[in-house]
């Protein structure tokens, strides 16, 4: 059997799980495949496109939409609806680049692991305005019809997004679904938490952080004390693994 590569692009990622999931998945069913991770910087990117040694590869911060561009075609609704791209796959019979919105898959995955979550999907605060929160959106808008205010740094009122400064106890009471797509608390950015008034959290919110190291966030600790329910991002991570790689085999 043919020995492929395959990959993790993006940067200050030395911490993702990404390719042990994979190994496994290569592993399970006997195929003599490698899952390497490229830490590019900005101005690698064009360098990395135009070699491209891999029969697929996952996209990370900060490129998820920075590499639509070297794509023949988006070949799922999520990407097409998004302008976001977390998988890319090498068609050879066709000679083309097709990018696919996998995240969405994996974020929908968590959302049904989690007991009763369908109650509090009628308002949902999205911490985060990039391609994650985008992702997010996407998933609770069109699948769930939940009404999602995204917070961030540069507000835009019209586009249904606030500052940080804007949220209060009071307001924090009409979620139910409150989502950290922003790094913070993550590896690169450990023991930091969003800025949100957690003393207006409660039994009835449940808290989603996409990160998935550590196995518990300042954020997700600072909702459990308020009385919320916390989980992590690790389902999501391995969901949307496991999606692109059903992907990739399709072209192998």
Not at 57 to 64: A, E, G, L, Q
Not at 95 to 107: E, K, M, S, V
Not at 151 to 165: D, L, M, N, W
Not at 183 to 210: C, F, K, S
Request: with cysteine.
């Amino acid at each position: 059997m043919e020995t492929k590569r395959f990959g993790l692009i993006g940067q200050h990622i030395d911490y993702s799980l990404s390719p042990q999931i994979f190994r496994n998945f290569f592993l399970r069913e006997g195929r003599p495949y490698s899952y390497e991770i490229f830490n590019l910087e900005p101005g690698q990117l064009d360098e990395f496109m135009a070699v491209n040694p891999l029969a697929g590869f996952n996209v990370t911060i900060p490129y998820k939409q920075k590499v639509i561009p070297y794509l023949d075609s988006l070949d799922n609704e999520a990407a097409e609806m998004t302008g976001i791209v977390n998988c890319v796959t090498h068609d050879p019979e066709r000679h083309l680049l097709l990018g696919y919105n996998t995240d969405a898959f994996g974020f929908e995955f968590l959302l049904n692991r989690i007991p009763g979550f369908l109650q509090h999907t009628g308002s949902v605060l999205i911490l985060g305005t990039g391609a994650t929160a985008q992702t997010v959106r996407y998933v609770m808008e069109f699948h769930y019809h939940s009404h999602c205010l995204m917070a961030g740094r540069h507000p835009r009122p019209e586009r249904g997004i606030v500052s940080y400064g804007d949220l209060d106890a009071p307001l924090m009471n009409e979620f139910g679904l409150i989502v950290n797509t922003t790094p913070l608390g993550g590896p690169n950015h450990p023991g930091r938490a969003p800025r949100i008034p957690y003393e207006g959290l409660g039994e009835r919110h449940l808290l989603i952080d996409v990160n998935y190291r550590p196995d518990q966030t300042l954020f997700m600790k600072l909702g459990r004390q308020a009385g919320a329910r916390t989980y992590n991002g690790l389902p999501m991570l391995v969901a949307q693994a496991y999606k692109s790689w059903e992907i990739w085999k399709n072209f192998l």
